[in-house]
DNA sequence: CCCGGACCTGACAGGATCCTGACGATCGCG
DNA sequence: CGCGATCGTCAGGATCCTGTCAGGTCCGGG
């Protein structure tokens, strides 16, 4: 995934990328570019650092929180604190503009190295008696189809990419609406109420979806 | 494993990633980095291109065929067909002289952090026959898995990160409620008690979870 | 324009957890 | 060995957290 908010410079790179046998999605603000990773599984993700709304720099924040997919950072200032700061919010590299698509290629090319490709497309993600399947939408609980909102998927979504990790309401909360959100209300909670009556046999016995006291809730695969 | 010939530098950095908690063997020409590189097994190889006998060029070829340790290029030169060199011959990242060390500690820690966490830095934190989570919020004791609470568990999070040091109550406190809290009551004194009957055989005869009399508590082995 | 679904919010109740204060046991020191 | 300071332990009540429900808002479709 490219994010860059220049459609010249974007539409430039992307051909550069696609000569090179890569498939690239382009997107043209960190909002976007936040919803684009969430919904989809990309070997790795280029941020400009320069986006319109989310820069580039909250949106590696926000992301390495949730996943270790490859960030890669752009910029057109070199300061080294600039530079610090991004590997410090957990990209895995750092390019500074103007660089020669060359190069860029040549890093990209570094980083992917080290995944290997079958791992990084999982098809449908499983945990017990649950599966999701991001790119289709969809949602099972021991074989029989879930009805699932909007809502609902980004939060099984998120906590099935790692199964057992509790994740605080605010992590959740930033899944389904933007970021911000300072929501102090019973949000996430309903939701997780409404998936449970969907994914659990018995709702009021949780096996799957857990509440973690003060803290949370996590996903485990609920029969060891 | 540092690869550097000139000494002074060599022992520079050293010591910046000494400070920085990781542990680093020193040599100084390319035939030795290769044997040191063969013999046991390193996070991370930081190889000085200029080095006398076998360049860092090559020995990053080599290495790169017999195994997929990471390894970091430095180099005087700064031209882009270097670089591109460095990267092409199977490098994973690549510094100009002359870098900040704060950049290259920086560096350092991403390109580590790529690498399958379970390998190097278990999530798991491990003392004596207590394990503690911390993304799965779970502490087992001797294998067995054992419930805590919030405040026990931040406790025990706390300590666990720094074993045999000592913490103050003061400082315990800060981990479990928020900042400020001046209590002088028991509060910490009877979470630990809780923990001490959750986590110790004999709560009467604390192995790991010791008081420090006049001080407060630290977290231990316990029979080494 | 009306309607329905999805989502958010606020309120409430039932628990779980935490804090507090008191008391006796233990420790360090002279 | 005696003394003050510190620590272990207990239980009750204050506090915090979660499950649940009933509106209210927003949005898109008919």
Known sequence: ???????????????????????????????????????QTFDLLLLDVMLPGLDGMQVCRILRQESDVLMLMLTARS???????????????????????RELVARVRTLLRRVPATARHPPVLR?????????????????????????????????IRQPGRVFTRGQLLEHTRGIDRESTGRTIDVHVMNLRRKIEANPRRPRQLLTVYGVGYKLTAGTP
């Open 127 to 159: 945990v017990g008696r649950l599966t999701v399947d991001e790119p289709r939408h969809t949602v099972t609980a021991g074989g029989v189809p879930v009805d699932c909102t909007a809502g609902e998927f980004a939060i099984l979504a998120a906590m």
């Open 1 to 39: 995934m490219l994010a860059e908010d220049d459609r010249r410079q974007a539409e430039a790179l992307r051909r550069y990328l696609t000569a090179e046998g890569h498939e690239a999605t382009v997107v043209h603000d960190g909002e976007e570019a936040l919803r684009a990773a969430r919904q």
């Open 79 to 101: 300061s080294e604190d600039d530079l610090l700061r991004g590997l410090d919010v957990g990209a895995d590299d750092y390019m500074t503009k103007p660089f020669s698509p």
